[in-house]
C-alpha cells in the first residue's frame, strides 16, 4: 500500500490532500463549537467575539421590541449567522463529508486507469483497503468531535442563559430605572396642585395655615 504513494501519482495525491482536507474542517467546526460552549458557560464575562455579538444583538431587541417574543427562534437564528474564516460553521459539515467523496472519487478514478491497463487485482486491492480506511477514520473522527451535538447544546445553553438570567436582569433595570424617574416627576406634580390651588383664590400664607390646622387636628 505504500508503494501507491511513493509513485508519483497525481490522482493519488489529490485523494490524500481531499481526505486530509475533510479531516482539517471537522477539527475546525470542532474546535470553534467548543469554544463557543466554553464561552457560554459564563456569559455574564464572556470574551468571545461571536457570543457578545449575540448578546448585544439579544440586549437591543430586548429594548426596541419591549421583549423577545421567542427566544429559542433567536438563538436559532444567530448561530445559523455564526461564521469561521468568513464562512458558515453549519457549511463545514457539508464541505468535509464532499471532501471526502472527492477523495474516494479520485481514488476510483485510479482503480478504473490500473484496470484499463491491464492491471490485475492485485493492484487494485490496496485502494480498496485505502478507501475502507478513509471512511473508518472519517465517521470515527466526526463522531468522536460531535459538532452537531455541541451546536445543539450550545443551543439549549444560550436559551436558558437568555430565559433565566438575562430577561431578569433587563427586567429589573427597567423597573430601577422607572422608580428613580418617579423622584423627577413629583416637584412637577406638586407645583401643579399649587398652581390649581392659586386658581381657586387661595394665597400661599392661607395654604400654610390650612396644613398647619389640618396637621394639629391629625395629631
Known amino acids: 500500500m505504500s508503494d501507491i504513494f511513493m509513485k508519483q501519482n497525481y490522482i493519488s495525491l489529490f485523494a490524500a490532500a481531499f481526505f ?18 466554553k464561552g457560554a458557560e459564563n456569559m455574564s464575562t464572556v470574551s468571545h467575539k461571536g457570543l457578545k455579538v449575540i448578546h448585544s444583538k439579544f ?13 429559542p427562534v433567536f438563538v436559532k437564528n444567530c448561530l445559523e449567522k455564526d461564521r469561521i474564516c468568513g464562512v458558515k460553521q453549519r457549511n463545514f459539515g457539508k464541505w468535509s463529508m464532499q471532501l471526502l467523496f472527492l477523495s474516494i472519487l479520485c481514488i476510483g478514478v485510479e482503480v478504473f486507469r490500473i484496470l484499463a491497463t491491464s492491471g490485475g487485482f492485485l493492484e487494485v486491492l490496496p485502494y480498496y483497503g485505502i478507501c475502507a480506511l478513509e471512511l473508518y477514520l472519517f465517521f470515527s473522527l466526526k463522531n468522536l468531535c460531535d459538532a452537531e ?4 447544546l450550545l443551543e439549549l445553553k444560550l436559551v436558558e442563559y437568555f430565559e433565566n438570567h438575562l430577561v431578569p ?13 418617579e423622584p423627577e416627576q413629583r416637584p412637577v406634580r406638586t407645583t401643579e396642585r399649587t398652581k390649581g390651588f392659586g386658581k381657586g383664590g387661595f394665597s400661599r400664607e392661607k395654604e400654610d395655615e390650612l396644613e398647619a390646622l389640618l396637621r394639629e387636628m391629625m395629631f
Request: glycine letters at 4%.
Open 169 to 181: 436582569r433587563l427586567k429589573l433595570n427597567e423597573a430601577m430605572s422607572r422608580v428613580e424617574e
Open 59 to 71: 440586549v437591543q431587541c430586548y429594548h426596541m421590541n419591549e421583549g423577545v417574543a421567542n427566544i
Open 149 to 152: 451535538g455541541k451546536q445543539a
Open 20 to 37: 486530509l482536507l475533510s479531516l482539517l474542517t471537522i477539527l475546525m467546526q470542532w474546535t470553534h463549537c467548543r469554544r463557543l460552549l
